[in-house]
């Protein structure tokens, strides 16, 4: 970049050494002054020398300028701020026009981010971030996505990081954090100068820097060399050829082989950078001529790690349409010009044209005399696959309609004279002409007015925006008065710098000018974000600067046709990768006249950087269409890898990131790698292709450096360099070819390759994938493709297939990272041949594909002296999103596409309650199959291989579980039938009349210890459970996936990829008969999925286990309380819970300090809204930390918590699973002294992810230490915050890392897998495992892999606490998020992060349905929706229906809003009712409960779990809901406007339960109900639509107050006699633990037989101390029937 700066403010900023503008001197006196300056130097070394004899170098350092002193300081956890002031006397401020005090805000950002900000004290300067904040505000928004939850969460702390600031005079330096274990400062600004003036900041640093790479195009390599760097952007066509220049002061220094450090300052006003050698690393000092100090240090990781940070900082760069990866070509002759190109069949994919397309220049216009029938011509290259580029120019021509419109509307950029007016300069090519204020988003309307009259009258695809630094040919007004230019250098060839934007008073184009081309980029970019076809728009802007990547290209102008550029543009594109700009062209060949040796090495070289485009003066032809052969070649070779490079271009845009590197950053280790001709000369495309052009005049050789590692020619396949361990790079010499570019494939990717020959991109997309897989040294390959519609927002929305490759042990994988729908199948995606690049592999007899739906297919196999190439056979298509695995090998017998499993064993014991069977697998595998009658109800089989350690959990059942025999039948009686001797394995199960319940179908296949297939048909018509999941309540065909994961809820379509929610629960049932029901459980911690279709005669469904090993349990015909009872008898009963617990419980995320805890409950005893309990989300811990409590923002909780006790308020905090890594916090370092974490596979060090504390890590179960570290530590807890219960989260366990930070930066890379994923040969879910959870290679200490133990976190954690309360002598109330089979014994749940939408509210019934089948029955939903913010309406409905809950809690995210009752009136009013009537039937739903919790079953049940006969019944599952067998509950679910509401009534008596109102009367002669119309009313007075069934007798509480007050009055009875029968019982107990072990519960029976009411009671051990056992009323319906009766 070139551009003076000098004499511009209060003292001169030094120029470029190349390019400073020396004003002529005389021979002599420059003679007399280069003497002098030797005598000078001489002598200043003498003197040095004498200093360091005299002191022995121990001397001070000399003194620098610094005038600046700290006054104040405040000083934060991750934020310092400090005061300066300037300590030179006034005179002295005063005549160099310096700042007398200074703020200094030093903050910690998120991935290892340190922004220091210094500003003038009070007064408003210029600030880039703040004025494009302004342009575009950020709105208050919930996060979604994992990486901004680690933005805003995770960073170190200024101490952590070991910031240090000295205060005389001012200075900073960064020690590093402690994890980095440097010896040296990063970044130390004690013995730099400072100086703050109006017009002239000076500001130094020293970085250990061995080299600095970046400054593009502002330093001629990427190895930025000692020198003076200037920034400021000129359009300087006659000066370099160059169409306009720009640059981003953002640079890595390089520490180590993998340590760097990022350095940007975010300034758009004219400043250098001078960096010098000093001692042992670098001076960077910056000088700038006006604005702030905003300086951004990244710090410490690998190149491509600081530059994602930094992309994640400005933006990462856009990618641009796909059509954009092919031939562009920009010429005058457009028709002629494409005619050629088709009748020649060269590919082209684009055209441009520059301004003589427009009407007189005039932007948004078109030329309509020259152009005639445009429109028309565009719309068929269109079709043709041809996309049409224009031109904008900023310069809007005077009179143009954009021109009146800016002026119309006041946009105008106003004349520093009279700002009633626009500035009028004069544009290179439009004459008289103004400029849009563009700091201001108003403007975008203009944009977005003329880019629609450009699409009408001539439509397009991309927009060239040309001349934007703005150029003018005036220097400032136009004319310039002569001395002008001469005291403002930096005017030339601009409009004048004293212009005045209307942003602020600060807003001077003198700050503005460097950030014009980002303001038009963004400009344009908005505004075709609401393009009619939705089709992203190709931006291309020609003047860089920082953040311009996130919404342009950039075009690099008219470079000139040299060798010297054709390697510069090398390392100019490799710097602004680096700088956030991916997609950077130049013209092929150069702008103007060249020779043809050097064209076709452009076109070499062209074919593997980001833009392939022609662009020249027209006076030689640069053509393929009009060279040899061998230039075509080249465009042929660019469309066989155009998409691998739209991929990897694209994965920058979602990820960051540099997609052109030089090798040294692949391979930081090797120090060849930096030397000029590796670092300058040759680069590596998204960390793949290695690519070493030729570059050199007449040179028939070029040498390659390869590193030691696997590389692969691209050219033929072969391999050329073979890893050796302990081996060094080589040198190795190559032809220069003119045929084709050396290039080689790194060994462990894979790259996608479409070798058909077409005519552009659009034709690309009709023909299949080859993929090319190149194995590293140890037989392993990765890589990705992505699958696009280029439509806005395709990102944001996830509206793309991004799949991931995997070669792992002999198998290939195709997954998906985002996308995987099935609606739209695309030829691109359909695979055509898989390379293999292993010459071993020549004896390969079989490959057999499994698709996504459980087929096999078998392929062609060919092999080759190089490779080996599988594809499909004959007529069948496979599309890369079916293909699950491809496995191959040399003995055909024992491919999955024809597997067999035979019994050759098959023994019976004497008792004929058990059967062994062996089986042989025709893999060669052997395994064995047991079969054990544990009941007269359920059935137990086990299959295993017969040799190995086949590990399986052994604390989920209740102990002694499967020792059970069942005491009468054999497995005859069972009806169980399996295969003889020599047959393939299968069984059956039928009912004693021989109807089929359950039979295997097809194959049982096996294969390693990842894979278990098998199919069951059931004979039945409904199926229910396999959970956790967002769904109605009966499975639907379609998938369904198994495995615990942290994710917001979402409705579960049964469509790949898997929902998978918290839990894991591989427990159904399925109705078989007209009231009966079997079940089926599956006991495995592995993950799962479950495939369910139907025929005309059965269900089948398809089951995948990623294990070796299978616990199957059948449970025979029963009624269906009855078989989740016998289920429970397996995995435990449920958990007693409080009586509290019953009660209503409030809860948000932000009660982050005591008085908004006391306000909350304030606010509900001034509303009179009953509340019973209250809760903390993660806001009450120091920086989120478990078992601490931050007691500067809740003073006092022990004294606040003793009086809501006083209250009878209880009190529940969370607790999170991670631990956070901070050096001298208790938990981790007792942790850590006791080896208690889980262990990375990687480091064999503890695990680190990251969650809400940052960097963590994770409690390892398995120890026989674990539990008492959580109970240790709960005690400590409970000391400072005296809790009632506990809340556990992120249990499942979750960790934002995706596996994990092996480095502490890599944890946003969508990449990295773990071998435990890509060993599957069937991919359950369909998605990474891993995705948001602890890698599944992690170590526990019981030698289990987190593969096998990640589903049972939430068990073990909860297990854990419960032994807490259990020693406390507590009755535990544990509600946690992550639930598997057994947990219901320890804890209960809520169904997690929902939002508040009515398809959620009503899916929480079938959520707590299937929780009642898991044995968890104590489940609730966020009442009113956890996220989004609550609907009025919605909520009252919510507060009604979460009143029937078994546990009912309204909870919030932060940054939603309020839905406490108390802050509506009329809520309000509902709240209360609603929350009085749940204590109304408190002592109902307590005993329902505790019935279950000592005899299994379910209470919160549909309508046909108590009337399975009424098929009916089995369609209103969301609709209406029981509690119990007495009571039928009919929420409103639909808004107020449908009231009425319809309610289907099952064929018996059924009364309104507070009027005593029959709504319905049995029909004797029908086994079926019907609907009843209920109102739903709000007002005056709301409604609750509370059914009693004839026949029951229930007792009903009087609401006092809370729960706690309730319980102290007397009971009532409702009795509902049916043909003048009706009974009841309910339970007392003494509400503490051990309550059933200890049989300190009674159990009271109420009966009535016509006139006769009878109490009975059970034992009673207990003293009651609450008052509602004592009697009250007896209310009995239809009591004129019984008026004669009295009380005995």
Known sequence: ??????????????????????????????????????????????????????????????????????????????????????????????????????????????????????????????????????????????????????????????????????????????????????????????????????????????????????????????????????????????????????????????????????????????????????????????????????????????????????????????????????????????????????????????????????????????????????????????????????????????????????????????????????????????????????????????????????????????????????????????????????????????????????????????????????????????????????????????????????????????????????????????????????????????????????CVRWYQLATYMPEMRLHHDGKSSKEPTSLPEKFLKAVKQRYRIVRFLYTKVYEAEILGGSVWEPLGFVFPHDENCYKDAVLEETFVVGRTLYVVPALAEGKAKVNAYLPNWNWYSFHDYSLVREYEKDGKGKEIELDASEEYTNVFIKGGRILPVQNEEVLNTKELLEHPVTLIVAPDHEKKAKGTMVVSEDKNFDIKNKKYNHYSFTYIHGM????????????????????????ILDKSLANVKYACALTFDLHFHELQVTSHPTHLVLSPKGDLKLYLKHIDSITFGEDASKTLCNRSTMIYIRNYDESQKSVKLGLDSSNGVKYSANFTLLSDQTLYLALEPAVGDNWRPADVLVEGTLDRRSEKMKLSDFALTIPRINEKFGFSVSTPEGKQLLATSGQFLMEGDRFMKFDFKLNGDKIYGLGERVTEFELADGIYTLFCKSQKSFVDNHKLPGKNMYGAHSFYVFHTSEDLFAGVFILTTSPVDVVIATSESAKTLSHVIGSSTLDLFFFHRARPNAVVAEYQKLIGKPVLVPYWSFGYHQCRWGYDKIEILKEVVSRFEEKGIPLDVLWNDIDYMIEYRDFTLDTARYPDMDKFLNELKAKNISYVPILDSGIARKPSYFAYEDGLKKDLFIKSAITNKPLVGVVWPGFSVFTDFTHNQADEFWVSNLNTLHKVLPFDELWLDMDEVTNFCDGECPDEVHYADKEFTTDKDDMMIYYIGHKKLNDIMVSLDAKHANGVSEYNLHNLNGFYTTRAVYKYFVQAKKRPFIITRSTFPGLGRYGSHWLGDNYSKREFMIYSISGIYNFQLFGIPFTGSDVCGFADKADLELCKHWMQLGAFYPFYRNHKEINSGEQEPYVDDDLAKISIHTINTRYTLFRYLYSQYFEISLNGGAFFTPLFWHFPGDQEAYKHNEETFLLGPNLKISPCLTPSSQDPIDSYFPNHDWYELFSGKQVMTKNESSTIGKTVSLSCALEPNPVLNVHIAGGSIIPLNRPSGNLGKTLSNAIDLVVVPSEDMAKGGFYYDDDKADTIQNGMYQRVNVTMNKELLEFSFGEKKFEYEYGDSALGNVKIFNAAKYSAVKCA
């Open 1 to 598: 970049m070139s551009g003076r700066t000098e004499e511009l403010g209060d003292e001169p900023l030094t120029g470029n050494d190349n390019i400073q503008e020396e004003s002529p001197k005389k021979p002599l006196e420059k003679k007399v002054i280069i003497l002098i300056v030797i005598l000078a130097v001489i002598v200043v070394i003498i003197a040095a020398l004498v200093v360091v004899a005299i002191f022995n170098w121990n001397t001070k350092p000399a003194a620098v300028y610094n005038p600046y002193k700290v006054k104040s300081a405040a000083e934060g956890k991750d934020r310092h701020i400090y005061l300066l002031e300037n300590q030179r006397s006034e005179d002295e401020i005063k005549n160099g026009n310096e700042m007398k005090t200074l703020t200094v805000e030093i903050l910690a950002g998120h991935d290892h981010l340190l922004n220091v900000k210094i500003n003038a004290t009070n007064q408003s300067r210029w600030e880039v971030a703040k004025a494009l904040e302004d342009l575009s505000p950020k709105k208050s928004h919930v996060i979604e996505d994992v990486n901004e939850y680690i933005k805003v969460f995770e960073h170190y702390t200024l101490k952590e990081m070991n910031v240090e600031v000295s205060h005389d005079p001012f200075s900073w330096k960064i020690i590093g954090a402690e994890t980095q274990k440097l010896s040296k400062p990063l970044v130390d600004t004690y013995q730099g100068q400072m100086k703050f003036a109006e017009k002239h900041i000076l500001y130094e640093m020293h970085l250990p820097c061995q080299a600095v790479f970046g400054l593009p195009q502002v330093a001629p390599k990427l190895l930025v060399s000692e020198n003076t760097y200037t920034f400021w952007n000129r359009y300087n066509l006659e000066e370099k050829g160059e169409e306009g220049v720009g640059g981003v002061d953002f640079m890595l220094c390089k520490i180590a082989a993998e340590s760097y450090v990022g350095l940007f300052m975010d300034s758009s006003n004219a400043h250098n950078v001078t960096l010098r050698k000093d001692g042992d690393g670098m001076k960077f000092t910056y000088e700038f001529a006006g604005g702030v100090i905003d300086l951004k240090v990244f710090h410490v990781g690998d190149a491509l790690s600081i530059t994602k940070i930094f992309h994640g900082t400005i933006g990462k760069p856009v990618c641009p349409p796909l059509w954009s990866f092919g031939l562009g070509q920009s010429k005058e002759a457009l028709e002629n010009m494409i005619n050629e190109y088709v009748t020649k069949k060269v590919p082209l994919d684009s055209v441009w044209m520059d301004q003589l397309l427009m009407n007189n220049s005039a932007s948004f216009t078109i030329d309509n005399d020259n152009f005639k029938g445009l429109k028309e011509k565009v719309e068929g290259w269109h079709t043709k696959g041809i996309s049409f580029v224009q031109t904008y120019l900023p310069q809007l021509k005077l009179n143009s309609a954009i021109h009146n419109d800016t002026v119309q509307k006041n946009l105008f950029i106003p004349d520093p004279q009279d700002a009633a007016k626009p500035f009028v300069s004069k544009g290179k090519d439009t004459g008289e002409c103004s400029f849009i204020d563009l700091l201001t988003n108003s403007s975008w309307d203009l944009f977005k007015t003329g880019m629609e009259n450009l699409n009408n009258s001539a439509g397009y695809k991309g927009l060239w925006i040309r001349q934007e630094s703005p150029y003018t040919v005036c220097d400032g007004p136009c004319p310039a008065p002569v001395s002008y230019y001469e005291s403002l250098p930096l005017q030339k060839n601009t409009i004048p710098l004293e212009c005045q934007y209307r942003h602020s008073a600060s807003a001077t184009h003198y700050n503005v000018h460097g950030l014009y081309s980002l303001l038009n980029a963004i400009a344009v970019s908005k505004s075709s974000e609401e393009r009619i076809d939705g089709e992203k728009l190709r931006v291309t802007s020609s003047v860089a600067a920082p953040r311009l990547g996130h919404y342009s290209t950039l075009w690099r102008g008219n470079v000139n046709s040299t060798w010297e550029e054709l390697k510069r543009i090398i390392a100019e594109t490799l710097a602004y990768n680096m700088a956030g700009i991916s997609f950077v062209g130049y013209p092929v060949c150069g702008y103007k006249e060249v020779k043809e040796e050097l």
């Open 812 to 835: 290939f994988r195709s997954n998906m990272i985002e996308g995987y729908t099935y609606d739209t199948l695309k030829d691109t995606e359909l695979f055509k041949e898989i390379h």
